[in-house]
């Protein structure tokens, strides 16, 4: 087995623990597909593996990108691409396992070849709230507002962009998930996508979650929001970054800070169900069902059956 296999689903699911026994029965190596944990520093805010975990298999595009440096998916994929060559050149399986689902696609599946972005026009875009922003693009094309996330700001003033540079809606390019690369060619998928798509029983899943922005809080997260250089616009919209801003400054409470965390979190792990279920054809696997051991198995014959064409 060499072809690319990936593990993905929501926060707090718990794929760093699969993907690391996975890796050592398949002899692979992971490339993490991570929005927030490709940036240095924030080891405890973005979740990254354990140190016990990094020493059992390599990892790859875990603390390799500056802070200050934006990231999307096109940028993902110039990074993740040559790693995925170079493992699969020495023998071993490359495992994809993350819960960004762009960054994921654009490795699987390429991206679409878009306009560069205009600086007067995003500057103008900048000075609209979120509302105003979802209302403009709603307007400019409703198909690319129903499927576009109108709770982030940047990939609605991308979609605003596009829509204003091409003429014509572009509900098409953000339905396959390809709507925020900008002005290259579109690039072929090295392989055809195989994975599976983990998740758990939603109390399960949200309980998770709570505990894991409680054992952040404790273990951290604070002190590295407190000294973090001046971040990117990627790394600006990290969970938990405004909020422990907002704590630090004494405008609210610590147990008002970590509710605000988990909520968020929590609304995120949503969205990123939604869009696994709709945007990929991975096989699913309710990790709430099985042991440990159960999962893993499960998995690995996935990896091998898909791998062989069975």
């Not at 409703?142 to 809606?169: C, F, W, Y």
Request: charged share 25%; with cysteine; hydrophobic share 40%.
């Amino acid at each position: 087995m060499s072809r690319l296999f990936c593990i993905a689903g929501p926060t707090g699911v718990g794929k760093s623990e699969l993907a690391v026994d996975v890796a050592l029965d398949l002899g692979a190596e992971v490339i993490s597909a991570d929005a927030f944990q490709i940036y240095e520093g924030f080891d405890v805010l973005s979740g990254k593996p354990s140190p016990d975990l990094l020493r059992k298999v390599p990892h790859h595009l875990i603390g390799t990108v500056p802070v200050r440096e934006p990231m999307n998916a096109a940028r993902f994929r110039e990074l993740a691409v040559p790693v995925l060559d170079d493992i699969s050149r020495r023998g071993k399986v490359p495992l994809l396992v993350g819960g960004s689902g762009l960054y994921i696609k654009s490795v699987t599946e390429g991206l679409a070849d878009l306009p560069p972005a205009d600086p007067e026009l995003r500057q103008q875009l900048t000075e609209l709230d979120i509302e105003e922003l979802s209302t403009k693009l709603h307007s400019l094309d409703p198909q690319a507002a129903a499927r576009v996330d109108t709770k982030n700001r940047r990939r609605l003033i991308r979609a605003i962009e596009i829509v204003m540079a091409q003429g014509r809606g572009i509900g098409g390019a953000f339905a396959s998930g390809q709507g925020y690369k900008e002005g290259s060619p579109a690039l072929a998928s090295p392989s055809r996508p195989t994975g599976v798509f983990v998740f758990r029983d939603r109390d399960e899943l949200y309980e998770r979650i709570n505990q894991r922005v409680e054992g952040m809080l404790r273990n951290g997260a604070i002190e590295e929001v407190k000294n973090a250089p001046d971040l990117s616009s990627t790394a600006e919209q990290m969970i938990g970054v405004g909020d422990m801003r907002k704590h630090l400054s004494g405008q609210i409470s610590l147990a008002e800070c970590t509710a605000a965390i988990q909520q968020a979190t929590r609304r995120y792990a949503k969205r990123q169900l939604t869009w696994f279920r709709h945007q990929t054809t991975f096989e699913s696997l309710n990790l709430s069902l099985l042991n440990r051991n159960e999962a893993v198995k499960w998995v690995i014959r996935q990896a091998l059956g898909r791998t062989h064409g069975e």
